[in-house]
């Protein structure tokens, strides 16, 4: 989830192995690379846990 403060042209698919590291340097590579310049923006990302079947 983010803020309008962040550019729309971003995408995961840029950044090879991104989404197996720690949701902190997710939110901070895409906070360094899309932020706009006269904006405040808000990264969250959030890890999905596996459920495990009873």
């Known amino acids: 989830m983010y ?3 962040l550019g729309t042209q ?3 698919d840029r950044y ?4 197996t590291r720690h ?5 901070g590579v895409l906070y ?3 932020k ?3 904006d405040d923006v808000t990264v ?4 999905m846990r596996k459920m495990v079947s009873a």
């Open 36 to 38: 706009r310049s006269h």
């Open 3 to 5: 803020s309008d403060g």
């Open 10 to 12: 971003w995408s995961l």
């Open 16 to 19: 090879p192995g991104l989404l």
């Open 44 to 47: 969250l990302v959030a890890k």
């Open 32 to 34: 360094r690379d899309f």
């Open 23 to 27: 949701p902190a340097l997710i939110a």
